[in-house]
């Protein structure tokens, strides 16, 4: 028995914006309407269109900070 209601199911469809996540959203979650996931764990493979959506912003921040260090 799970002591947080399931009241996201009726509002995930039209959900901008998800604060915490469960396993069972990756099933029925429509992932175009999404702008922004917050979640409080290290891990975010699991999530849709999340993994490696950050490489070309971490590559972008060493070669600026290479940049930066040689001045």
Same mark, same amino acid.
């Given at each position: 028995?799970?002591?947080?209601? /399931? +009241?996201?199911? #009726?509002? %995930? $469809?039209? @959900? /901008?914006? +998800?604060? !915490?996540?469960?396993? /069972?959203?990756?099933?029925? %979650? #429509?992932?175009? #309407?999404?702008?922004? %996931? =917050?979640?409080?764990?290290?891990?975010? &493979?699991?999530?849709?269109? @999340? &993994? !490696?959506?950050?490489?070309? =912003? +971490?590559? /972008? $921040? %060493?070669? !600026? =900070?290479?940049? @930066? =260090?040689?001045?």
């Amino acid at each position: 028995m799970s002591s947080f209601p /399931e +009241i996201w199911k #009726d509002h %995930i $469809t039209d @959900a /901008e914006v +998800i604060a !915490g996540w469960k396993a /069972e959203m990756s099933v029925s %979650i #429509d992932v175009s #309407d999404v702008k922004w %996931i =917050l979640t409080c764990s290290a891990g975010v &493979n699991a999530f849709p269109l @999340a &993994n !490696g959506v950050h490489a070309y =912003l +971490i590559s /972008e $921040t %060493i070669f !600026g =900070l290479m940049l @930066a =260090l040689t001045k």
